[in-house]
């Protein structure tokens, strides 16, 4: 007799219902693999490269290079101390101030002798 107000259940085939190794939950999950791969080689890793150029040029100025501070201030380096994170800045004719390394942005140009031959 079939009761209006109760549906009949039936059972899942076992094998249908998948086993270690589903292919499609996998394929489910291979497009935000996929974003993640992109992200990985066109936002990632070139901003990585760029942040240990920009470490190395902050690691090896020199007297006569010329920089751009986060602060938007050019200037020209006068002396560097490899003991300090402090670097001695011309911005303008007798006017100098010292600048911390990490501040700097961009090395311009590097014409001149070592900041350290005197």
């Known amino acids: 007799m079939n009761n209006i ?7 899942a085939d076992a094998g249908a219902a998948g086993g270690a190794f589903n ?6 999950y291979a497009p935000i693999v996929l ?19 920009l470490r190395e040029q902050q ?3 020199r007297r006569g290079d010329r920089i751009l501070t986060a602060g938007g201030i050019l200037g ?3 002396n560097t101390r490899e003991d300090s994170q402090e ?5 303008a ?5 010292k600048v911390i390394r990490s501040t700097i942005t961009n090395v311009l140009s590097r014409e001149g002798k070592a900041a350290n031959d005197s």
Do not use: H
């Open 5 to 11: 107000l109760f549906s009949t259940a039936y059972a």
């Open 23 to 28: 292919s499609a939950a996998l394929m489910q």
């Open 35 to 53: 974003v993640f791969i992109v992200f990985y080689f066109l936002l990632i890793r070139p901003q990585q490269k760029r942040q240990r150029e």
């Open 59 to 61: 690691g090896n100025l």
């Open 76 to 78: 020209t380096v006068q």
């Open 87 to 91: 670097v001695d800045v011309e911005i």
């Open 93 to 97: 004719p007798g006017v100098k101030v």
